[in-house]
Every structure is written in structure tokens, then in C-alpha cells.
């Protein structure tokens, strides 16, 4: 089973997370919550590195996280095994706040739609480093992806904070660096391979999500 939140602090490497979103998905397209959480613990890794300019996803991460570590460690584990089998859970015992916020508000379904929207953000966001030239702006790239994906959800104040956050990005050459994998070349080779299995957890969540209407969770 899942432990407690590591430290957040420990040096990003984008080898590992691709190996645990390899990890992620099941023969029959089932998601682990387990593996799932691992790979959002290196994705807030590479957030801290890059210093307090993510600290408003990062840290709300760090907090959801954690909340299905309690689910997967809890008496009902058992259940959250999966995203599928969480979702038919939950559903299914009324531990879901489907119309407005109520008695669960930290119900794994609500609490994982909120990972899964910030990685929509950062597999667009990667996306768009991944083929990025020397001049790209990560300023630009990093505002294009959160006004695609995350801005939606989130009130003007947290939108506007977001905006002046992107302005002070460091440089592509920062972001490659921080990848720990070797060459510029090597960190576009590897966010190749990293990229389709993001992509692919997260379109089988999307799907899931859609069919149970539970993309609007409040």
C-alpha cells in the first residue's frame, strides 16, 4: 500500500515518473491510484524545483494526494484500489457529492478530478516544451496550456495570480535541467516517451469520469 506523502523535496528526475506512469495502467486499461499518486509525488517534485512560481498547484496537490493515500491506507482500501473501482464504490454507497458540496467533500472522486485536471495542464504544458525551439518562451507555453486546461476551474483572483506567476519562468534551459536526464536532446527524446503514457492515464480517467458525469463535481 501507498505510505505516507514523502518529502516533496527530493530531486526531480523525469526517468522515474515515466516509469510510473508506465506502471499505471493495468492490462485491462485499469488506473492504480497507488502508481498514480507515485507519479503525481515526481510531478510535484518538478513543480518545487523549479521554485514558489507553482506553489498554488503544488501545494493543493500535495493536499489531494495525500487525501487518497488516507482512502487507499483506510478501512475501505480495498475499494481504491483503481480508479474504476473507487468510482463504482463511491457511486454506489452515495459517498459522492454529485449536485453540490456536502458531507464528502473529500471523496476520492472529487479529490482525484482535481489531479487529474493539473495534469491535463502539465501534459500540455510538457507537450509544448517537448518541441519547443531555444527561443520559445516557457512563459508563453506554461500561460497557453493553463488557459486550455486548469484556468477554467479556477476564480479570476487565482487565474490573475497564475498569469503574474508565469510572467518570471525560468528559461527553457532551466526546465531541462531540472528533468535530470541528460542533454536537451535526451530531455525531448524522453518527454517523447513520457508524453503518450500521460496521456493515455489520463484519457481513460476523462473517459471514465465522463461516463459516471463526474466531470463537474463541485
Same mark, same amino acid.
Request: overall charge negative.
Given at each position: 500500500?501507498?505510505? /505516507?506523502?514523502?518529502?516533496?523535496? =527530493?530531486?526531480?528526475?523525469?526517468?522515474? @515518473?515515466?516509469?510510473?506512469?508506465? /506502471?499505471?495502467?493495468?492490462?485491462?486499461?485499469?488506473?492504480?491510484?497507488?502508481?498514480?499518486?507515485?507519479?503525481?509525488?515526481?510531478?510535484?517534485?518538478?513543480? $518545487?524545483?523549479?521554485?514558489?512560481?507553482?506553489?498554488?498547484?503544488?501545494?493543493?496537490?500535495?493536499?489531494?494526494?495525500?487525501?487518497?493515500?488516507?482512502?487507499? $491506507?483506510?478501512?475501505?482500501?480495498?475499494?481504491?484500489?483503481?480508479?474504476?473501482?473507487?468510482?463504482?464504490?463511491?457511486?454506489?454507497?452515495?459517498?459522492?457529492? +454529485?449536485?453540490?458540496?456536502?458531507?464528502?467533500? !473529500?471523496?476520492?472522486?472529487?479529490?482525484?478530478?482535481?489531479?487529474?485536471?493539473?495534469?491535463?495542464?502539465?501534459?500540455?504544458?510538457?507537450?509544448?516544451?517537448?518541441? /519547443?525551439?531555444?527561443?520559445?518562451?516557457?512563459?508563453?507555453?506554461?500561460?497557453?496550456?493553463?488557459?486550455?486546461?486548469? /484556468? +477554467?476551474?479556477?476564480?479570476?483572483?487565482?487565474?490573475?495570480?497564475?498569469?503574474?506567476?508565469?510572467?518570471?519562468?525560468?528559461?527553457?534551459?532551466?526546465?531541462?535541467?531540472?528533468?535530470?536526464?541528460?542533454?536537451? !536532446? +535526451?530531455?525531448?527524446?524522453?518527454?517523447?516517451?513520457?508524453?503518450?503514457?500521460?496521456?493515455? @492515464?489520463? =484519457?481513460?480517467?476523462? !473517459?471514465?469520469?465522463? +461516463?459516471?458525469?463526474?466531470?463537474?463535481?463541485?
Amino acid at each position: 500500500m501507498a505510505g /505516507s506523502v514523502a518529502s516533496e523535496d =527530493q530531486k526531480f528526475c523525469l526517468r522515474e @515518473v515515466l516509469d510510473t506512469f508506465k /506502471s499505471c495502467l493495468s492490462e485491462n486499461k485499469e488506473v492504480f491510484i497507488e502508481h498514480y499518486v507515485a507519479g503525481w509525488r515526481g510531478l510535484v517534485r518538478f513543480l $518545487n524545483s523549479l521554485g514558489s512560481v507553482f506553489t498554488f498547484i503544488s501545494k493543493d496537490a500535495v493536499n489531494k494526494i495525500q487525501i487518497l493515500v488516507n482512502h487507499l $491506507n483506510g478501512e475501505n482500501g480495498s475499494h481504491y484500489i483503481t480508479i474504476q473501482s473507487m468510482v463504482k464504490y463511491e457511486l454506489e454507497n452515495g459517498l459522492v457529492d +454529485q449536485t453540490k458540496r456536502g458531507s464528502h467533500p !473529500e471523496s476520492g472522486c472529487r479529490t482525484l478530478l482535481r489531479l487529474h485536471r493539473a495534469l491535463r495542464w502539465l501534459e500540455l504544458f510538457l507537450e509544448r516544451l517537448r518541441i /519547443s525551439t531555444e527561443d520559445s518562451k516557457t512563459s508563453v507555453m506554461c500561460a497557453e496550456a493553463y488557459n486550455e486546461s486548469l /484556468s +477554467q476551474h479556477h476564480p479570476w483572483v487565482v487565474r490573475t495570480a497564475a498569469g503574474m506567476a508565469f510572467c518570471v519562468l525560468p528559461g527553457r534551459p532551466t526546465f531541462f535541467e531540472v528533468m535530470n536526464v541528460g542533454s536537451p !536532446e +535526451q530531455v525531448v527524446a524522453m518527454l517523447g516517451d513520457a508524453l503518450p503514457l500521460i496521456s493515455e @492515464v489520463y =484519457q481513460v480517467t476523462e !473517459e471514465l469520469y465522463t +461516463q459516471h458525469e463526474l466531470l463537474g463535481l463541485p
